[in-house]
């Protein structure tokens, strides 16, 4: 599996863009990088996700490098509701079949 | 509207006993998982089931134990066996292809007492 690296905290004012980064350097090429955020004791919410192109939704965009080693989640204009532990993840099969492991993310805190 | 569901919120138990945590969804997702959550910890995988009729084992799947009977339910036991129970149990359920997301449901928070 390729596994990912993002740092563990982030700060970020409010209305300004949160990036934050993930380095996925052993990802193959047939796997999907996602990104998903859990707000406090809620389950983790599906953001946004890509293969090689770049991704704009009516969340966030994701921007991947050419050669898939890392990629960045941009949060265009941060809100207060935006405080959330982001989730980098590489969506490989194993023997978790298409399982998605998730490690501790970064913990992105929007301040006032 | 289409959803995964998980009941209850929240759950209190003597230790030692058994507890069945429920998971439905209506999305028609072949596929479905449960993870654990520790405090200030990511999600680690017990169990997931691409089909009805199968499941295997994840990351952390001893002492616990589920069943898929149907396409839309995946119910989680919690059994004697597991050391350390106590954790926010999240289950989610997906399409098998690789580029489809996960649908996670709101968690079911366990306290063994």
């Known amino acids: 599996d390729a596994k990912t690296t993002q740092p563990p905290s982030m700060d970020c004012a409010e209305g300004r863009a949160a990036n934050l980064p993930c380095n996925h350097s052993t990802i193959s090429g047939n796997e999907y990088v996602y990104w998903y955020r859990q707000i406090h004791s809620q389950g983790p919410q599906y953001i946004i996700h890509?293969?090689?192109n770049n991704e704009t939704n009516e969340m966030a965009s994701l921007i991947i490098t050419e050669d898939r080693k890392s990629s960045t989640l941009i949060l265009p204009h941060a809100t207060l509701r935006d405080t959330a532990v982001y989730y980098c993840i590489v969506r490989s099969y194993s023997n978790s079949g298409y399982a998605l492991n998730f490690g501790k993310g970064t913990s992105l805190l929007v301040t006032p | 509207d289409g959803g995964i569901t998980q009941s209850p919120k929240y759950l209190f138990r003597k230790e030692g006993q058994n507890v069945t945590l429920s998971c439905e969804q209506n999305?028609?997702?072949?596929?479905m998982y449960w993870y654990r959550q520790d405090p200030g910890q990511g999600l680690r995988l017990i169990y997931y089931s691409q089909i009805v009729n199968d499941f295997q084992k994840g990351d952390i799947a001893e002492g616990y134990s589920v069943s898929r009977e149907k396409k839309e339910s995946f119910p989680l036991t919690v059994t004697s066996a597991q050391k350390n129970p106590t954790a926010f149990y999240l289950c989610?359920?997906?399409?098998?292809?690789?580029?489809?997301?996960?649908?996670f449901g709101s968690g079911t928070r366990l306290t063994v007492v």
């Open positions: 890509g293969l090689k």
């Open positions: 989610a359920s997906s399409h098998r292809q690789a580029n489809y997301g996960y649908t």
């Open positions: 999305l028609n997702h072949d596929a």
